[in-house]
């Protein structure tokens, strides 16, 4: 009898596994934010032991299905609050732009010179000098813009000065306007919204992505 409840409590734990995770949708490990791994390793802990209690499963279980909802919220709190996204998720840190190395950004991403040598190196970038803008995601993943002389194919192999490229940046998320990121950029909502209608968009609500550039370059996606 006792092998007879191990089964069924390890069957249990695994089926509710399996049904927080289609809940809450499936990621790689390395989009994972800081959260996501958290939990993942909490709720983990958590159905081992509901496979193994045999007194009282009930109390792994709820802890699970808490710890599942928890998540599940702050999943669809993100999505809807691009403030709170920032809160929880953390933002993007810009490590070095145009030739500059910021140690300020880089002591607030808790990533000292070695490490960042390190993750340069592994995207393939052995010399400082071949990169325009580096920006630490907050999944713990380094973002590589390569100075326009060194994109494939080689412009400078082809006696090409191609001119810089720059970052877009996110002005329009989910519908809503970021309007941090516009006054970032020395631009405003009325700016936008003179913009998002001369490319046929109503308002904003109507566009799922809009980034920018330095040259006020707007591009717009909408939902499909």
């Not at 958590?46 to 599942?68: F, H, N, R």
Request: with cysteine.
């Amino acid at each position: 009898m006792e092998l007879l409840k191990i089964a069924l409590t390890s069957a249990l734990s695994a089926v509710t596994l399996f049904i927080i995770a289609k809940i809450n949708g499936h990621k790689q490990m390395s989009q994972l934010d800081f959260f996501d791994y958290i939990t993942g390793i909490t709720i983990g802990s958590i159905a081992a032991e509901l496979a193994t209690e045999l007194e009282e499963p009930q109390k792994p279980l709820v802890a699970m299905i808490v710890y599942g909802v928890i998540t599940y919220a702050l999943t669809i709190i993100t999505s809807k609050f691009p403030k709170m996204r920032k809160f929880i998720n953390g933002a993007p840190t810009i490590i070095m732009d145009n030739g500059k190395i910021y140690r300020k950004n880089m002591k607030k991403a808790k990533m000292d010179l070695s490490e960042f040598m390190v993750l340069c190196r592994q995207q393939g970038y052995f010399n400082l000098s071949d990169i325009q803008t580096a920006v630490y995601e907050y999944n713990g993943k380094l973002t590589v813009l390569p100075v326009s002389t060194r994109r494939p194919v080689n412009p400078e192999d082809m006696n090409l000065s191609p001119q810089p490229e720059h970052i877009y940046t996110e002005v329009i998320m989910d519908g809503r306007i970021l309007e941090e990121n516009l006054r970032r950029m020395g631009l405003d909502a009325a700016w936008l919204q003179k913009q998002i209608k001369s490319l046929g968009y109503k308002s904003a609500k109507e566009v799922f992505l809009g980034v920018c550039d330095r040259d006020k370059r707007l591009l717009l996606y909408k939902a499909e």
